[in-house]
């Protein structure tokens, strides 16, 4: 296990392997009971995917547990983070204020007048 060492904020060391999207925080020591696959490739980066279950990891690859499962830091499940949480009352808020514009009457433009026009001041 050679690379840079990681730190998670309670301190345990931690590999960050790349998945297809971001990065993922993994326990430092491998865990017969974890849920994912990882291995280093030949430049030195980290690779993990997710195991179903029951399936075993392929020849390169070692169990290992996501360390957001035993970090002491985390925050409790039925609590929100305070970004996801804000994120939630922002979309919740700008949908509600859209709802709202969309809902008003009479807000619409009248149509567009064509045809001539007679200036009522003129005599003829």
């Known amino acids: 296990m050679s690379g840079a060492v990681h730190h998670c904020d309670c301190g345990a060391r931690v ?3 790349a998945t297809a999207g971001r990065r993922q925080a993994l ?3 491998p865990d017969p009971q974890g849920n994912v696959a990882a291995y280093q490739d030949a430049l030195g980066t ?3 995917r997710i195991l179903e279950p029951g399936e075993e ?3 390169p690859e070692r169990r290992y547990q ?3 499962a035993s970090c002491p830091r985390r925050p409790p499940p039925g609590i ?4 996801i949480a804000f994120l939630a009352e922002y979309k919740r808020v700008r949908s509600e204020r859209a709802k709202e514009k969309r ?5 619409r433009p009248q149509p567009q007048i064509t045809g001539l026009r007679i200036d009522p001041g003129r005599q003829q």
């Open 46 to 48: 980290w690779r993990v």
């Open 80 to 83: 929100p983070a305070a970004g």
């Open 57 to 59: 990891p392929l020849h």
């Open 66 to 68: 996501l360390h957001v």
């Open 15 to 17: 590999i960050l392997a």
């Open 27 to 29: 326990d430092w020591v």
């Open 103 to 107: 809902n008003k009457r009479g807000r």
